[in-house]
């Protein structure tokens, strides 16, 4: 089956910086990558997600990038800001719609 | 439209006693997936059903049943609890052929 991989798993960054956080697989057949935010105490909610046939996606401050080649996907927060203090997931549906999650990153925005 | 949703919202239960989490979507989606969430490990699948009067095994079901009930209505029952169940349960759907999951509000169940 799937095989996510997620880096780091904790994220310090100052207030106005940029955030990097970086996912592998294993599936080559996987196609939909999605990122989910969680809040402490809450579900995650989809903040972006990208499809194999696409090699970048922004949205605002949140970008994507995918390469299909070397099996890893990122996401970008840029100019990051205190409610961006969250767990992130990176995620990958494999051809059965089963989506495979990362362990989790946790971003603390810095003021 | 509620979305999905989830009860209970929390539930403490002693070794070996038997629960049904129940969850509910009014999106008119055909799967289902039940997950569970622990410390460090990220959402891992225990169940779903692509559609109504199938189920199918996912990640980490051992100690787990469910049941699709109609359309809407997907639950998760534990037989005898152990403590090892301990944790944040999440209930998602999704239109078959598409790829969003959205998922319930979660159920944090406590297996003393």
């Known amino acids: 089956g799937e095989n996510v991989e997620q880096h780091p798993s904790t994220l310090s960054v100052q207030e106005g910086d940029s955030a990097v956080i970086k996912c592998t697989y294993s599936?080559?057949?996987?196609?939909?990558f999605p990122w989910y935010k969680q809040e402490l105490g809450k579900r995650p909610q989809l903040i972006i997600d990208?499809?194999?046939?696409?090699g970048e996606k922004k949205d605002q401050r949140i970008a994507v990038t995918l390469n299909k080649t070397a099996k890893h996907f990122s996401l970008h927060i840029t100019e990051t800001q205190p409610e961006d203090s969250a767990v992130y997931f990176c995620?990958?549906?494999?051809?059965?719609?089963?989506?495979?999650f990362g362990a989790g990153t946790t971003v603390t925005v810095r003021a | 439209n509620a979305g999905v949703t989830q009860t209970p919202k929390f539930q403490v239960l002693k070794t070996g006693q038997s629960m049904t989490l129940q969850c509910a979507q009014d999106?008119?989606?055909?799967?289902m997936y039940w997950y569970r969430q622990d410390p460090g490990m990220g959402l891992r699948l225990i169940y779903y059903?692509?559609?109504?009067?199938?189920?199918d095994k996912g990640e980490v079901p051992n100690g787990y049943n469910v049941s699709r009930l109609n359309k809407r209505e997907f639950s998760l029952r534990l037989e005898s609890a152990a403590p090892s169940q301990t944790s944040v349960y999440f209930c998602?759907?999704?239109?078959?052929?598409?790829?969003?999951?959205?998922f319930g509000p979660g159920t944090r169940l406590l297996v003393l």
């Open positions: 999106m008119n989606h055909n799967s």
């Open positions: 059903s692509a559609s109504e009067g199938t189920t």
């Open positions: 599936d080559s057949a996987s196609n939909y």
């Open positions: 998602a759907s999704t239109l078959t052929g598409q790829e969003t999951q959205y």
């Open positions: 995620a990958a549906l494999s051809n059965d719609y089963k989506l495979s």
């Open positions: 990208i499809r194999s046939n696409v």
